[in-house]
């Protein structure tokens, strides 16, 4: 499913494995000790190769991991893609401890970033509703509206967002909240 923006930008819904799919920039879904994981994360640090772990080692070294909210920058290995942007995702509890906030901030972090990189076309995963136990359908709300709002501002460079999702559920869900949007 696409939404339509203007000047041609495109929010697109797919189902399918992140690591497949090219693009300029693809989202990670990492912890805030940027060690690597299992779900996302871990297929993407199988797909990319040990490159991504020691840009990664450099930055822990530097900055000691990464806040919940932000994101931090590292190339791809052999992904189809130059950038993987490791957003870091709340844990849910309950929707009343910020988590709203921190995960929109994900959103605009890594598209703030692709600004910065010249990255024309990025692929999010479903942060937080995985491990992180965000429900779908909250998350899919919040993804929606921020990268709507980000392909609504004439002056981004982003001409394509691609929500990849990794199952026909996830993608049902959030198709059934992209055709609520006015
Ligand atoms: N492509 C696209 N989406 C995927 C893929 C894939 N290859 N693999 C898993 N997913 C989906 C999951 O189905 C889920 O909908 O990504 C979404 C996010 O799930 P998680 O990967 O569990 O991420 P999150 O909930 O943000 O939890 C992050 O999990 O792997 C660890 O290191 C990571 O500690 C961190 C935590």
């Known amino acids: 499913m696409d939404l339509d923006f203007p000047h041609g930008k495109k929010l697109r819904l797919v189902v399918g494995d992140i690591t497949k799919i090219r693009v300029d ?12 994981g ?77 600004e910065q ?12 509703t995985g491990v992180y136990g965000y429900p779908v359908e909250e998350a899919a709300g919040i993804a929606l509206d921020t990268v709507a709002k980000h392909l609504e501002n004439p002056a981004s460079g982003v001409h394509e967002v691609l929500l990849v999702l990794f199952d026909q559920g996830s993608y049902e869900v959030h198709s059934k909240m992209a055709a609520r949007r006015p």
Request: proline content about 6%; glycine content about 14%.
């Open 117 to 128: 990189h010249g990255v024309r076309i990025i692929s999010f995963p479903a942060i937080s």
């Open 25 to 36: 920039a693809i989202v990670n879904a990492a912890n805030s000790g940027l060690h690597g």
């Open 38 to 114: 299992g779900g996302v994360d871990g297929a993407i640090h199988r797909a990319g190769g040990p490159t991504l772990m020691r840009e990664l080692d450099v930055i822990r070294a530097a900055q000691g991991g990464c806040p919940t909210g932000s994101a931090v920058v590292t190339t791809a290995g052999a992904l189809p893609a130059k950038f993987v942007f490791h957003a870091v995702g709340p844990i849910y509890r309950d929707g009343s401890h910020g988590e709203p906030d921190e995960l929109a901030s994900c959103y605009r972090t890594c598209l703030e970033l692709a």
